[in-house]
């Protein structure tokens, strides 16, 4: 995974503030689960620091990232 784009709030027209994040390579990352908001076809939406959200991009597919949670429990829809 690789962190793509950070939404550290919203501006006074409820518009999501983003900052873009041009990471070369993909890194393995470990994050726990309730940190996990929503998976879609090319990123997952995770909660960080300071009520900040992060889409991670990922290089496998969808159906790969459903069965990892999955096995470790998580009921996915």
């Known amino acids: ?3 793509a784009i950070i ?3 919203y501006d006074d027209n409820h518009k999501e503030i ?3 994040v041009n990471e070369e390579q993909y890194v393995t990352k470990l994050v ?3 940190r996990l908001q929503s998976v879609s076809e090319q990123y997952l939406l995770v909660t960080g620091s300071h ?3 992060m889409y991670w991009e990922y290089d ?3 159906d790969s990232i459903r069965q ?3 096995k470790v429990g998580v009921r996915v829809a």
Request: glycine content about 10%; aromatic content about 0%; cysteine-free.
């Open 51 to 53: 009520g900040r959200m």
């Open 1 to 3: 995974m690789k962190t």
């Open 60 to 62: 496998e597919s969808i």
């Open 68 to 70: 990892k949670l999955e």
């Open 32 to 34: 726990a689960i309730e």
């Open 7 to 9: 939404v550290h709030g």
């Open 18 to 20: 983003t900052e873009t």
